[in-house]
């Protein structure tokens, strides 16, 4: 199902006139087969893999280590634009957006990447963060980086469904936008073109506007940077758990062996119906509260040894299911690039110093890789955002940016400041520079 049938689906009943809605959309780059991974990566994340049902619930994998891998990305990061007039409207315009950040590099580790998109209404500059579900790829640069773009938005009002498209195009000259407006009176397969002041946010927008001295597009991309080798042309990134997804299926199946083990060896206790006072329907009464407890028969199973009940109270096999799945999570560390023992149970791991540093380095390894990614996306953003502000006039001047990521992954700042306490003891090291690294804000008195 291509992505025009996606956002088909959105609508269900015929218009009384108008145009297929497959037909309004611009050709976009990505395949069906590609858009369909990605749903499949979304409903994995949300607890909605097709291998689950009501009654088998998982363990959530995909989205802790997505959570996760996002916190380790950005677990020391700061952003600084220097004091010029033009870094203070910066800073203004991303203050929504740096907070929102951990929540944006979760998403993007869950669908393999996000769309960063800068917005003028007139009034206010700001970024809005865009899901792959509301972007289409148009074409690419000589590098594989996404050109043109087009962005969609819906709105409900007054009962109708309005669709905006919004085509960004780079020219010779710069940057040429594209909006149109289609309503439906309900959530339909078609649409009509209608003014895009019908909705009041909309309303600001021009149908066509070329925006000159543009360099780059007026987006920046955000791709979880790991091979796909489902589609290796693709210009977009794949989750974080893109290679353990056959692995994250076999634990939540193991899972759920492990609740049924537990509820099938539930303590109870088989009685016959003679055991009990009946009910004015003949049916036994059992003990209130503990009607869980007691399993009535109707033929007297118990007569053979002649007893009214017998104890069920089977020995669990729980110890190596839960061994099974503990080995499981070890494989689906291995394959998202996280060290062992971050879900897995770590006692089972051998834990000297050495080791302990050589399975971070697995970690850092992924996380460094993600750092860099989002660091030249929020580069893009950042020069993107400047043009744009320099050509609404917005404000003047240059920008010091300077973005940095700990290394806490990989080092342990509590044992590296104990560490080198001791070089400070033995004097390898001087109080001065040990001052200098750890107590930075702190000044010196003079007497």
């Given at each position: 199902?291509?992505?025009?049938?996606?956002?088909?689906?959105?609508?269900?009943?015929?218009?009384?006139?108008?145009?297929?809605?497959?037909?309004?959309?611009?050709?976009?780059?990505?395949?069906?087969?590609?858009?369909?991974?990605?749903?499949?990566?979304?409903?994995?994340?949300?607890?909605?893999?097709?291998?689950?049902?009501?009654?088998?619930?998982?363990?959530?994998?995909?989205?802790?280590?997505?959570?996760?891998?996002?916190?380790?990305?950005?677990?020391?990061?700061?952003?600084?634009?220097?004091?010029?007039?033009?870094?203070?409207?910066?800073?203004?315009?991303?203050q929504?957006?740096?907070?929102?950040?951990?929540?944006?590099?979760?998403?993007?580790?869950?669908?393999?990447?996000?769309?960063?998109?800068?917005?003028?209404?007139?009034?206010?500059?700001?970024?809005?963060?865009?899901l792959?579900?509301?972007?289409?790829?148009?074409?690419?640069?000589?590098?594989?980086?996404?050109?043109?773009?087009?962005?969609?938005s819906?709105?409900?009002?007054?009962?109708?469904?309005?669709?905006?498209?919004?085509?960004?195009?780079?020219?010779?000259?710069?940057?040429?936008?594209?909006?149109?407006a289609?309503?439906?009176?309900s959530?339909?397969?078609?649409?009509?073109?209608?003014?895009?002041?019908?909705?009041?946010?909309?309303?600001?927008?021009?149908?066509?506007?070329?925006?000159?001295?543009?360099?780059?597009?007026?987006?920046?991309?955000?791709?979880?940077?790991?091979?796909?080798?489902?589609?290796?042309?693709?210009?977009?990134?794949?989750?974080?758990?893109?290679?353990?997804?056959?692995?994250?299926?076999?634990?939540?199946l193991?899972?759920?062996?492990?609740?049924?083990?537990f509820?099938?060896?539930?303590?109870?206790?088989?009685?016959?119906?003679?055991?009990?006072r009946?009910?004015?329907?003949?049916?036994?009464?059992?003990?209130?509260?503990?009607?869980?407890?007691?399993?009535?028969?109707?033929?007297?199973?118990?007569?053979?040894?002649?007893?009214?009940?017998?104890?069920?109270?089977?020995?669990?096999?729980?110890?190596?299911?839960?061994?099974?799945?503990?080995?499981?999570?070890?494989?689906?560390?291995?394959?998202?690039?996280?060290?062992?023992?971050?879900?897995?149970?770590?006692?089972?791991?051998?834990?000297?110093?050495?080791?302990?540093?050589?399975?971070?380095?697995?970690?850092?390894?992924?996380?460094?890789?993600?750092?860099?990614?989002?660091?030249?996306?929020?580069?893009?953003?950042?020069?993107?955002?400047?043009?744009?502000?320099?050509?609404?006039?917005?404000?003047?001047?240059?920008?010091?940016?300077?973005?940095?990521?700990?290394?806490?992954?990989?080092?342990?700042?509590i044992?590296?400041?104990?560490?080198?306490?001791?070089?400070?003891?033995?004097?390898?090291?001087s109080?001065?520079?040990?001052?200098?690294?750890?107590?930075?804000?702190?000044?010196?008195v003079?007497?």
């Amino acid at each position: 199902m291509k992505f025009k049938d996606h956002v088909s689906r959105l609508f269900e009943r015929p218009a009384k006139s108008g145009t297929p809605l497959t037909t309004l959309l611009p050709n976009e780059l990505i395949s069906a087969e590609e858009r369909n991974a990605i749903v499949r990566s979304f409903d994995i994340y949300r607890d909605r893999a097709p291998w689950l049902t009501p009654q088998n619930k998982g363990l959530s994998l995909a989205a802790d280590i997505a959570a996760e891998m996002a916190r380790l990305t950005l677990n020391e990061f700061s952003m600084e634009l220097g004091h010029s007039p033009m870094a203070t409207v910066l800073r203004r315009a991303l203050q929504g957006f740096l907070t929102r950040l951990p929540i944006a590099v979760e998403y993007a580790c869950a669908v393999g990447g996000i769309m960063f998109k800068p917005c003028y209404d007139g009034h206010t500059l700001s970024v809005e963060t865009v899901l792959p579900f509301d972007f289409l790829p148009l074409s690419l640069d000589a590098a594989g980086n996404i050109r043109d773009c087009a962005f969609l938005s819906r709105k409900k009002q007054n009962g109708k469904l309005y669709l905006k498209i919004e085509e960004h195009r780079l020219t010779e000259t710069g940057c040429q936008i594209t909006n149109r407006a289609f309503v439906t009176d309900s959530t339909v397969t078609e649409a009509r073109p209608c003014a895009l002041g019908s909705v009041a946010s909309w309303a600001t927008l021009a149908p066509q506007t070329e925006i000159r001295g543009l360099t780059r597009p007026l987006f920046s991309y955000f791709g979880i940077p790991l091979g796909n080798a489902a589609f290796p042309a693709s210009p977009l990134g794949v989750p974080v758990f893109h290679r353990a997804e056959e692995l994250i299926r076999q634990a939540d199946l193991q899972f759920g062996r492990l609740l049924w083990e537990f509820e099938g060896g539930e303590l109870a206790v088989d009685a016959s119906e003679d055991a009990f006072r009946l009910d004015r329907e003949g049916k036994p009464r059992l003990p209130l509260g503990k009607e869980r407890l007691y399993r009535t028969n109707v033929l007297d199973a118990c007569s053979s040894s002649h007893e009214l009940m017998k104890t069920f109270a089977p020995t669990l096999r729980d110890k190596s299911i839960i061994n099974g799945l503990n080995r499981m999570v070890m494989f689906i560390e291995d394959a998202c690039g996280i060290a062992r023992g971050t879900f897995s149970d770590p006692s089972e791991i051998a834990r000297t110093a050495t080791e302990v540093r050589a399975m971070r380095q697995r970690t850092f390894a992924t996380v460094s890789a993600i750092q860099v990614s989002l660091k030249r996306a929020l580069e893009n953003l950042i020069q993107s955002l400047s043009e744009l502000a320099a050509l609404y006039r917005l404000a003047n001047g240059n920008i010091s940016l300077s973005i940095r990521f700990g290394d806490s992954v990989l080092n342990d700042s509590i044992s590296e400041r104990e560490a080198e306490r001791t070089e400070v003891s033995l004097g390898i090291l001087s109080v001065e520079e040990f001052r200098r690294r750890w107590y930075p804000d702190r000044k010196e008195v003079v007497s």
